[in-house]
């Protein structure tokens, strides 16, 4: 019914609202958070894995800190281009390498490493994945 896996910012917060979790048997799928970590061949132990689909995390989160990982959910409006300008006047050094995964697992998955600076010029990348790695 829905893509990726359902409990990962998906329809599992309201069907288990709706029916209760008791009702529920959840199948579980790869996460296209997952599956981006593992194309850059990238662990994810170790990431705050944010959404911003449809909604901004806060600045805290989004905070540079030395070492620091993100993952995030991205929508049209808040675009990798979008992500990349605000980690930059959030502290980011501009040449922090980040990761744009598109399209993943379809026939037309596109994968750029860039650095934050090159992300924040970048247009398109709609249906996308962001990795942010102070490495
Ligand atoms: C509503 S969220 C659903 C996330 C899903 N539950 C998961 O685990 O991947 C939709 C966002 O997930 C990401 N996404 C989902 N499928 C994707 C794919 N095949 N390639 C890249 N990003 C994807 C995009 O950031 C998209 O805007």
Redesign the pocket.
């Known amino acids: 019914m ?5 409990g ?3 329809l599992l917060a309201a069907l288990k609202d709706r029916f209760g979790p008791a009702k529920l048997k959840v199948i579980p ?1 790869i ?3 997952q ?2 970590f593992a194309r850059i061949g990238r662990f994810w132990q170790d990431a705050l894995l944010l ?1 911003m ?1 449809g909604r901004r995390a806060d600045d805290g989160a989004l905070a540079f800190q030395p070492g620091k990982k993100l993952g ?4 049209g409006k808040h675009n990798p281009a979008f992500i990349a300008e605000l980690l930059i006047k959030l502290g980011w050094p501009p040449a922090t390498q980040c990761w744009l ?6 026939d037309n998955e596109n994968i750029a490493a860039l650095t934050l600076e090159e992300g924040s010029k970048v247009s398109g990348f709609h ?3 962001m990795v942010v790695s102070d490495e």
């Open positions: 829905v893509s990726g896996d359902p990962f910012y998906s799928g996460s296209s958070v599956l981006a959404s689909h995030f959910l991205t929508d995964c598109e399209n993943l697992s379809y249906h996308c994945v």
